[in-house]
């Protein structure tokens, strides 16, 4: 992959087999998925960005039976670990992985779509910026006219942190690589949601200083 060369995961996550378990994953899968599901349609395909682990995707498509998620992450350890999760969910709405890097040309290219919605949850701050704006061109690609791109994390809103706790985090990020950091609302990816055609329907509060992001292709 060419945007993300180091490990990514900034805590220490549990294993059984192949499958990984993140403990934020453990805090905030709930509070996820329930915000998700007000945005996501009742029924439809959802590409999921960086799953990591993939559990975000089982718990989410376990409550929504009407979609088909697609999950998957460049890293490989990653993709055994969502493989693992999905088969042992026991799901049928659920597949993957594929290996998406935002950060490649045409990463939409090879996927079989269409797809109503894509989501990325916890990925633009610990990649490059490269990485954000490879995510809003492709999905500009891949969704039609109404289709939503949801986004889940830490932001900076106007050039202000929501939290002390989220400037140090941004600090300690830009310390492990100097091309990640937490991103601003209106500086960062306000332009790219403008520049590829998507509206900010939403901004909902999350636990922990996050914030789940809702935007719509125009
Ligand atoms: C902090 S983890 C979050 C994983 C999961 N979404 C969660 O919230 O538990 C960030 C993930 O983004 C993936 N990632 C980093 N750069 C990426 C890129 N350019 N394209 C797609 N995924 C990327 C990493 O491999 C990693 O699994």
Redesign the pocket.
């Known amino acids: 992959?060419?945007?993300?060369k180091k490990e990514?995961?900034?805590e220490d996550r549990g294993q059984e087999g192949a499958r990984l378990f993140?403990p934020?994953?453990a805090r905030?899968r709930d509070p996820?998925r329930d915000v998700f599901l007000k945005y996501l349609p009742e029924t439809g395909a959802v590409l999921?960005?960086?799953?990591?682990?993939g559990?975000?995707g089982v718990h989410i498509a376990a409550a929504a039976p009407g979609l088909r998620w697609f999950s998957?992450?460049?890293?490989g350890a990653?993709r055994a670990s969502i493989a693992a999760h999905i088969a042992a969910s026991g799901l049928g709405n659920i597949d993957g992985p594929h290996a998406?890097?935002?950060?490649?040309r045409d990463?939409d290219a090879a996927l079989a779509g269409p797809f109503d919605t894509v989501v990325?949850?916890?990925?633009v701050h610990?990649?490059?910026f490269?990485?954000a704006e490879?995510?809003f061109a492709g999905a500009a690609r891949l969704l039609h006219s109404g289709g939503r791109l949801l986004l889940?994390?830490p932001f900076a809103q106007a050039g202000v942190h929501s939290a002390p706790s989220n400037e140090a985090f941004d600090a300690s990020l830009k310390s492990r690589d100097p091309r990640w950091g937490v991103r601003d609302l209106e500086h960062d990816i306000a332009p790219l949601a403008q520049e590829h055609a998507f509206r900010r329907d939403a901004i909902v509060e999350m636990p922990a200083n996050n914030f789940t992001v809702v935007f719509a292709k125009r």
């Open positions: 992959m060419t945007g993300q990514t995961a900034l993140s934020s994953a905030n996820i999921e960005i960086g799953s990591g682990t559990e975000h998957g992450d460049p890293d990653a998406v890097d935002v950060c490649e990463w990325s949850i916890n990925m610990i990649a490059p490269a990485a490879g995510l889940y994390g």
